[in-house]
């Protein structure tokens, strides 16, 4: 069945860039049926959405983010990645990939990543 | 942005009471609305979608309903391995996707 794996450093410096990269197996990334996620997760507290892509790279973003957000799909590899730029303590947290499912009633992240903490410290 | 409004934000139950969790959002979201269960540790796990809608493979003791801006999620006789933080999720008016601050299940 489809899996998600999220990779990446676990140690970013403040004001650097985070990079986090998900893959996909277990299926295609190229599904007209899919979006697909970030969304973290302070320790201790609650989900935040970062943003979503398409396989056919159209993207939307969390506007409180939006300004330090890229996200890309490179669907040759079944990859899609996230790029936080300027990072602060505050983006301290476990990070998940997941897929959007859009397929009749259903419009969900059905699919998620086992997630990976990312601590932002010098 | 929609804002989603979950309560309590903590509850205490024993195995085979009736639990029940409402979300509310700021404005009319019509049913545009998902229940996640996270363990600890782990990933959220979609239950109900659609307000109403049980996940395949979902325990039947899981249901929701609602609409418009008021909504409700309910275990009907909870279990040892229902322990868990429960997150209503809103996917009308995006961007953004918005949860709710969550509420977490223990057993008295």
């Known amino acids: 069945q489809l899996q998600l794996q999220e990779s990446g450093p676990g140690l970013v410096k403040p004001s650097e860039t985070l990079s986090l990269t998900c893959t996909v197996s277990?299926?295609?990334?190229?599904?007209?049926?899919?979006?697909w996620g970030w969304i973290r997760q302070p320790p201790g507290k609650g989900l935040e959405w970062i943003g979503s892509i398409y396989y056919s790279g159209s993207t939307y973003y969390n506007p409180s983010l939006k300004s330090r957000v890229t996200i890309s799909v490179d669907t040759s590899k079944n990859q899609f990645s996230l790029k936080l730029s300027s990072v602060t303590a505050a983006d301290t947290a476990v990070y998940y990939c997941a897929r959007r499912t859009l397929v009749g009633a259903l419009d969900a992240f059905d699919i998620w990543g086992q997630g990976t903490m990312v601590t932002v410290s010098s | 942005d929609i804002q989603m409004t979950q309560s309590p934000s903590s509850l205490s139950a024993s195995v085979g009471d009736r639990v029940t969790i409402t979300c509310q959002a700021s404005?009319?979201?019509?049913?545009?609305l998902n229940w996640y269960q996270q363990k600890p540790g782990k990933a959220p796990k979609l239950l109900i979608y659609?307000?109403?809608n049980l996940e395949t493979g979902v325990p039947s003791r899981f249901s929701g309903s609602g609409s418009g801006t008021d909504f409700t999620f309910t275990i009907s006789s909870l279990q040892p391995e229902d322990i868990a933080t429960y997150y209503c999720?809103?996917?009308?008016?995006?961007?953004?996707?918005?949860f709710g601050g969550g509420t977490k299940v223990e057993i008295k």
């Open positions: 404005q009319d979201i019509s049913n545009y």
């Open positions: 659609d307000a109403s």
């Open positions: 277990g299926g295609s990334i190229s599904s007209s049926s899919y979006y």
């Open positions: 999720q809103q996917y009308d008016n995006l961007p953004p996707v918005t």
